[in-house]
């Protein structure tokens, strides 16, 4: 079975501070990784994936997140938080590339200025 | 840049009564998922489709909840009759083409049951 824990419901930050989101994984195959974003009252947008070619993977709006098998996680970053990053965040994983997506229950990152 | 179309964006229903959701996939996108997020939590999978066959439909509460995809295109997911815990975000995705393993969402129907 998979699943995903996202350590921290709430993360606050100031504007132009490192943001480092947490996500572990249990899965029993080589999994595929995803970071969602998720806007108020809007659907989910992908910010990055892990599909195991390289272990550091580069998204969009400047997030990046590092898959350590070693550690069962894959926790998201960005070097300079903006208040526009502020949004629920999902981490989801797969057993392939059609499977569906089991999801982490959220982070909700505040940007204060 | 093609989208996940959804309607009705919202919808309020009373108790016991009849609701239906739709969506439309990106253009050439075998794969449709619902999926069902209530407030503070992940979205969860109720319906995957390949075409217009159901490949998991495990997580469905089919006594109430009914979902199609004739000619394999859009899609309808229905709950009849509506209860209080329906009260959700329903969520609908599409993957395929070249990227297949990306699941594209649309903006999603937010339903409230009184």
């Known amino acids: 079975a998979q699943s995903v824990t996202q350590l921290g419901s709430h993360v606050s930050v100031s504007e132009g501070a490192l943001v480092l989101l947490r996500c572990n994984y249990s899965s029993s195959v080589p999994p595929y990784l995803f970071w969602y974003v998720q806007y108020p009252n809007q659907g989910l947008q992908l910010l990055l994936k892990y599909t195991s070619a390289a272990t550091l993977v580069k998204g969009i709006n400047g997030f990046e997140a590092e898959f350590k098998k070693s550690e069962t996680s894959f926790h998201l970053t960005k070097p300079s938080a903006h208040m526009s990053d502020a949004a629920e965040y999902f981490c989801?994983?797969?057993?392939?590339?059609?499977?569906?997506?089991?999801f982490g229950t959220g982070t909700r990152l505040q940007v204060f200025p | 840049e093609a989208e996940v179309a959804q309607s009705p964006r919202y919808k309020i229903t009373e108790k016991s009564q009849a609701v239906a959701f739709w969506c439309d996939p990106i253009s050439g996108h075998a794969t449709l998922y619902w999926y069902r997020q209530i407030l503070g939590q992940g979205p969860e999978l109720l319906v995957q489709?390949?075409?217009?066959?159901?490949?998991?439909d495990s997580q469905l509460p089919k006594d109430r909840f009914s979902a199609e995809r004739l000619k394999g295109v859009d899609s309808t997911l229905k709950i009849q009759p509506a209860e209080l815990g329906d009260s959700a975000m329903y969520l609908c995705a599409s993957s395929g083409g070249q990227a297949s393993y990306e699941q594209y969402f649309g903006p999603g129907t937010r339903l409230t049951v009184t």
């Open positions: 489709f390949q075409d217009e066959s159901v490949v998991d």
């Open positions: 989801a994983v797969s057993r392939s590339n059609t499977d569906k997506l089991i």
